[in-house]
C-alpha cells in the first residue's frame, strides 16, 4: 500500500458543475485558498468549456489564475477539446483532464464525439503541449470514464476498455484514469480494473482514481484501488453537488471522510484535518440551499484520534 497518498479536490469543478446554484467567484477563491491552507495539493479548480454550456464554471481563467499564485498547489482543470486546452494552457493550469467516455453511445450523448474524434483530441492537445517551454508544460491525463459501466450501454467491454486506454497514451497521455462516473463500481471491480488497465499501460500510466459514491461503496472502493497500488484519489469537499439519481448520496466521496479514512489508517496526506473541516463553513455560508454530505464532520473526531503530524517543508513543497 502507498504509504503516501495524494488527495485531488475537485468539488469546484465536478461538485459546482452538478448543481444548479453558482457559487461567486470570490467565494469559489476562499474555498480553494483555505482548502490549499489546510495542505490540499492538488484542486481541480474548473473546467474549460463553454460558459453557456456550464455558466456555473464560467469563471475558470480567473479561478485558475487566481489558484496559480498559491505556492505549492498544482491546479488542475478539466478540458473537453483542444479549444479548452488552449484556453487552459494560456491560463496556466499545471495539469490537464480530457475525459474519454468507454462507452462511445455515453461519448456521442455528453460530447457528441465518436471514440476516434476523442483521441484525435487528445494528439492535438499533446502536441500543443509539446509546443510550450520546457517548464510551462502542464500534465496530461486522458481520463476513462464510464469505465465500470454506463447508464447507456451497462458494461463495456474490456477489450475496448484497455485499447482505448493505449491509444489516450499512444496519442501523447502522460497518463490515463479511471473514473466511475455512473457509481457503478465495487471493490472487486476496482481491483480488476487496476490490473487490467496496469497491463496494458503500465504501472506509472495509471496512477489515480474518481469514484463517486452513488451506492454508499465510494470507501470501500479507495480501500480496494489503494491495495491495488494507486496513490491518487478524487475527491469533493462536503460531498458537493449530490448525486441526481441516488437522493441522499453524496456525488464524489467525501473529502472529509476520506482524509479521516486514510489518517486513521496511518496513511500520510499533508493535509491538517481540522483546518480541513473549518473549510466547510464557506461552501456552506455561500450555498446556503445545497446539501453538504459526510459522516465525519457530523460525528467529529473519535477520542484519543492521533491526527497526522505536518512538517512545516511538506505543505509548502510543490
Ligand atoms: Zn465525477
Known sequence: MAPEILVSEVGPRDGLQSIKSILPTPAKKAWIAAEAAAGVREIEVGSFVPAKVLPQLADTAEIVAFA???PGLTVAVLVPNLRGAEAAIAAGADKLTLPLSVSETH?????????AQVIEEARAIAALIAEQPEDRRPHFEGSLSTVFGCTLEGAIPLPQILGLAEQLMAAGCDEVGLSDTTGYADPRA???MVRAVR????????????LHNTRGLGLA???AA??????TVDSSLGGIGG???APGASGNIVTEDLVFMLQAMGLKTGIDLAKLLEVRKIVAEALPDEPLYGFTPDAGLPLGFVPESHAPSMESAA
Do not use: Q, W, Y
Not at 461519448?107 to 471514440?115: E, F, G, M, V, Y
Not at 497491463?199 to 474518481?210: Q, R
Open 68 to 70: 496559480k499564485t498559491i
Open 107 to 115: 461519448s456521442l450523448a455528453n460530447l457528441r464525439r465518436t471514440h
Open 190 to 192: 476496482v481491483k480488476d
Open 199 to 210: 497491463g496494458a499501460v503500465g504501472d506509472e500510466a495509471l496512477t489515480g482514481i474518481h
Open 221 to 223: 472502493n479507495v480501500l
Open 226 to 231: 489503494l491495495e491495488m497500488g494507486l496513490d
Open 243 to 245: 448525486c441526481p439519481f
